[in-house]
């Protein structure tokens, strides 16, 4: 079964670091996308960075680039996501998911409606 899981989560204080990971198992990330997003209470979903593991590049948000950074284990096959300089606005249930194509559109994204099932972060101010 193809799938993503995510860990890492927790509660950290404003200013504080956190990595999140993203597992895929039962398929290989390799020529995939693989996307995070996040979603406030209330909020609509947010895309926050795209990496493509094609061209080795990541697209940020506006709202993240200069504090987050993706980072992949190919070995272990997980996608990674360090978030530096956090703010209490970051507080969020964070996702990752994953498709052909890179988009911080998450109508639409993840083939095979591969999304992981989420992990929480919240940031004290």
């Known amino acids: 079964e193809m799938q993503l899981v995510e860990s890492g989560g927790g509660i950290v204080q404003a200013g504080g670091s956190l990595r999140l990971s993203c597992a895929a198992s039962?398929?290989?990330?390799?020529?995939?996308?693989i996307a995070w997003f996040r979603q406030a209470p209330g909020k609509d979903r947010e895309g926050i960075s795209c990496?493509?593991?094609?061209?080795?590049?990541?697209h940020y948000a506006d709202s993240v680039k200069g504090r987050f950074t993706t980072s992949s284990d190919n070995a272990k096959n997980i996608v990674y996501l360090q978030m530096n300089s956090l703010k209490p606005e970051d507080t969020a249930v964070y996702y990752c998911?994953?498709?052909?194509?890179?988009?911080?559109?998450?109508?639409?994204?993840?083939?095979?409606?591969?999304w992981g099932q989420g992990t929480q972060v919240t940031v004290a101010s």
């Open positions: 039962g398929f290989s990330f390799d020529g995939y996308a």
């Open positions: 990496f493509n593991t094609n061209s080795d590049t990541t």
């Open positions: 998911a994953a498709d052909l194509f890179c988009s911080l559109n998450p109508d639409g994204f993840g083939i095979h409606n591969l």
